[in-house]
């Protein structure tokens, strides 16, 4: 059965929110596993077909506690070729929304 992480950081709990609507929805799929996690370990990334991480933002950053998981991910020698992933965050009203560095 594919297995689809949520994997979140919430201070106010409005990325919490997020996230489970997130997870809501994914389970709406017949034959999908979806786990709603806030603390995973990066080996434990590797049971995932497909991956959400979601994160607020302050002042053009994520959280520090996203940072270091993503971090410690991508240190580690967890594969993640093939795998489906996706991000998407929560920033505050007032343009604190992570800033682009995407070259085309």
């Given at each position: 059965m594919?297995?689809?992480f949520v994997v979140y950081n919430s201070r106010a709990g409005n990325?919490?929110?997020?996230?489970?609507?997130?997870?809501e929805c994914a389970k709406?799929?017949?034959g999908v596993e979806v786990i709603l996690t806030y603390h995973v370990k990066a080996k434990e990334h590797e049971?995932?077909?497909?991956i959400v991480f979601e994160s607020p933002t302050h002042r053009h950053e994520i959280t520090k506690t996203m940072k270091r998981l993503?971090?410690?991910l991508a240190a580690s020698e967890v594969k993640l070729k093939g795998k489906v992933g996706a991000a998407f965050g929560s920033p505050g009203w007032s343009g604190e929304?992570?800033?682009c560095c995407l070259n085309s």
């Open positions: 594919p297995k689809l990325t919490e929110r997020m996230a489970k609507a997130v997870a709406i799929v017949k049971e995932a077909d497909a993503l971090e410690k929304a992570p800033t």
